[in-house]
């Protein structure tokens, strides 16, 4: 178990560490159809399918294009719950790091 100073350091590093919200939101704004803030966050598979639906979509003018609009909606309500696993990831490998 942690005592009080360890657990300031390693919540101060989680701060310091973690991905940013503006930086996710931002290239959820501008890049997000092509899914870099998908990547950016840790999810390379679902960033990198978003990626190819849209170029896909461009390429053919079909309706992956449209499947992944649909998709960069629902990220937004979804990044918050990204931002907030990446800490937890985080925060866990600092502590077990302190706590060997």
Aim: charge should be positive; hydrophobic fraction near 55%.
């Amino acid at each position: 178990m942690l005592d009080t100073q360890q657990q300031i350091l390693v919540e101060q590093r989680v701060t310091n560490e973690a991905k940013s919200t503006a930086a996710a939101y931002l290239l959820w704004f501008f890049l997000g159809t092509f899914g870099v803030h998908r990547i950016y966050l840790g999810h390379l598979k679902t960033g990198l399918a978003m990626l190819v639906l849209m170029l896909l979509g461009m390429l053919t003018f079909g309706i992956t294009s449209l499947v992944v609009l649909v998709w960069w909606v629902v990220d937004l309500f979804l990044v918050p719950g990204m931002i907030a696993r990446d800490k937890d990831r985080v925060r866990a490998r600092l502590t077990a790091e302190l706590s060997r």
